[in-house]
């Protein structure tokens, strides 16, 4: 199993910033795309930013030019930057992963446990 370990969410001004960390843990053999995905209270989970094993990325045209997703292939450790932050950015958000591990030869899906970002006005 992969275990999927998030930090860096808060409490932030608006025009704020915040930095996520996602840490992927355990027998990983390689890592495929990962990113983050955001719900608000009331709404469904969306994504926000992705970005591939050799660093293509995909936004969320809602962050576009504020966000930035990166990653360290050796340390299994995904993140984002989140610039001028806006009120509307309020949500949990969660690290996802495919991940293969030592013991198997296909890629599966895992969620991280969500780390809470508020952007007060």
């Known amino acids: 199993q992969v275990q999927l370990v998030e930090s860096g969410g808060g409490v932030v001004q608006a025009g704020g910033s915040l930095r996520l960390s996602c840490a992927a843990s355990g027998r990983i053999f390689s890592g495929g795309t990962m990113g983050w995905y955001r719900q608000a209270p009331g709404k469904q989970r969306e994504l926000v930013a992705t970005i591939s094993s050799v660093g293509t990325t995909n936004y969320a045209d809602s962050v576009k030019g504020r966000f930035t997703i990166s990653r360290d292939n050796a340390k299994s450790t995904v993140y984002l930057q989140m610039n001028s932050l806006k009120v509307e950015d309020t949500a949990v958000y969660y690290c996802?992963?495919?991940?293969?591990?030592?013991?198997?030869?296909?890629?599966?899906?895992?969620w991280g446990q969500g780390t809470q970002v508020t952007v007060s006005s």
């Open positions: 996802n992963a495919n991940m293969r591990l030592v013991s198997s030869r296909d890629y599966e899906n895992y």
